[in-house]
Each structure stands twice: as C-alpha cells, then as structure tokens.
C-alpha cells in the first residue's frame, strides 16, 4: 500500500514538473506523510489487520 501511494506522489510531482500541473502544496504534502508514515510502519512491522 505504500509503494502505490509512493508512486501516485511520484507521478504527481513529476507532472507539476514537466507541466506545469497547478496542485495545491498540501495535496502533494499530504501524500508524501502518507506514504512516509506507511513506509515506517511497514520497516517497522506494524500492520493493520483485516477483519
């Protein structure tokens, strides 16, 4: 799950880069604490268990 937010960020900033995409800073601020703190919690073996 954090590689594919990770690469959403990724793809995002690429295309603001290359184009000129108008996204507000906090769309692309959020996604990258997002794909951080899911990073960590997937080196540090925390999980979310499914019911």
């Given at each position: 799950?954090?590689?594919?937010?990770l690469a959403i960020y990724l793809i995002?900033?690429?295309?603001?880069i290359l184009i000129?995409?108008?996204l507000p800073?906090?769309?692309l601020g959020s996604?990258?604490?997002?794909?951080?703190i899911l990073l960590l919690?997937?080196?540090f073996g925390i999980t979310?268990?499914?019911k």
């Open positions: 799950m954090a590689h594919i937010i995002l900033v690429g295309l603001n000129g995409l108008d800073s906090w769309v996604l990258a604490l997002v794909a951080g919690a997937e080196r979310a268990k499914r």
